[in-house]
């Protein structure tokens, strides 16, 4: 039987994948997402989320989806990978996900059918077109300058591509580099990690979101305590140290995880 239903719990509540079910709004991950909604609906066209890495940007992306779902004037594309090696490559990736015949023979060919395509979608049909690119880090310098070049279609009044880079820090370097890029972000977000009263707010909402009914904290306080040291707050590794301590708990059949097990964790991980 799995660890999470011995505990009552319906599902595995500290998973590290970008479920937007278990996307706790702090702070900072809920200003993030305020502020892209506002910048979408505007088409307002570059925003950049910044933070590092295990801060959450993955999940943010995922909410981010989740919250125009039905709505159906928006169209996200989302790219996962934007390590194209070349700008033909990159483009041609870019046509084909958009939908557009690729039966072309050059980034001109690639750049009009794209141009071509934003303006029919977005001020024939009315739709919003949105590209969403994770692990923007990724993304080289020729590439980046394609992106400029997307972000020159528009109207008198909006953009008609926004664009949505989640990135690492690492990623300003090289922006800088690309004449007039920064001139083109309207939104740019730092995501912080989380302080010790939240890490607890998001251990105790991962545990509701799976189905945990109980009337006591299966983490004490101390527990919190630790865990919020060792992880720096990063909500990835918040999760990974949850997820062994229920685990453990379980294993030794606890009804209450610790300082104590938390510390044995820690210094496993120490020894490794």
């Given amino acids: 039987m ?3 239903k011995v505990l009552g ?3 595995e509540p500290f998973s590290t994948s970008p479920d937007p079910e278990f996307f706790y709004h702090s702070t900072s991950h809920y200003a993030a997402l305020n502020r892209l909604e506002i910048a979408i609906r505007l088409r307002r066209g570059l925003c950049l989320i910044l933070g590092d890495v ?3 940007k993955t999940t943010l992306s995922r909410a981010l989806l989740q919250a125009f779902k039905d709505e159906d004037n928006f169209i996200f594309h989302m790219i996962l990978d934007p390590s194209h090696k070349t700008e033909y490559q990159f483009l041609q990736g870019l046509v084909k996900m958009f939908g557009i015949d690729t039966s ?3 980034t001109i060919d690639f750049k009009e059918a794209l141009e071509k395509y934003l303006f029919q ?3 024939e049909e009315k ?3 949105v590209l969403l690119i994770d692990e923007g880090q990724k993304i080289n310098l020729e590439n980046l300058e394609v992106l400029r070049t997307l972000l020159n279609f528009e109207t008198n009044e909006y953009k008609l591509l ?3 880079i989640m990135a690492q820090m690492e990623l300003i370097p090289r922006i ?3 004449r007039n890029f920064l001139d083109r972000v309207v939104l740019k977000y730092t995501i912080n990690p989380l302080d010790e009263k939240e890490t607890r707010e998001l251990i105790d909402f991962r545990l509701h979101q799976a189905g945990y009914s109980g009337h006591k904290n299966l983490f004490n306080d101390d527990a919190v305590r630790l865990i919020y040291q060792q992880s720096k707050g990063y909500p990835r590794r918040i999760c990974m140290l949850c997820h062994d301590a229920l685990v453990t708990a379980v294993m030794q059949k606890r009804l209450v995880i610790d300082a104590d097990l938390i510390m044995g964790l820690i210094s496993q991980e120490v020894g490794l």
């Fill in 121 to 123: 979608k977005g001020v």
């Fill in 9 to 11: 719990l319906e599902k």
């Fill in 54 to 56: 295990g801060t959450g």
């Fill in 162 to 164: 926004q664009v949505v």
């Fill in 2 to 4: 799995s660890y999470y």
């Fill in 176 to 178: 800088k580099k690309v």
């Fill in 104 to 106: 072309f023979n050059s």
């Fill in 127 to 129: 739709k919003n077109i």
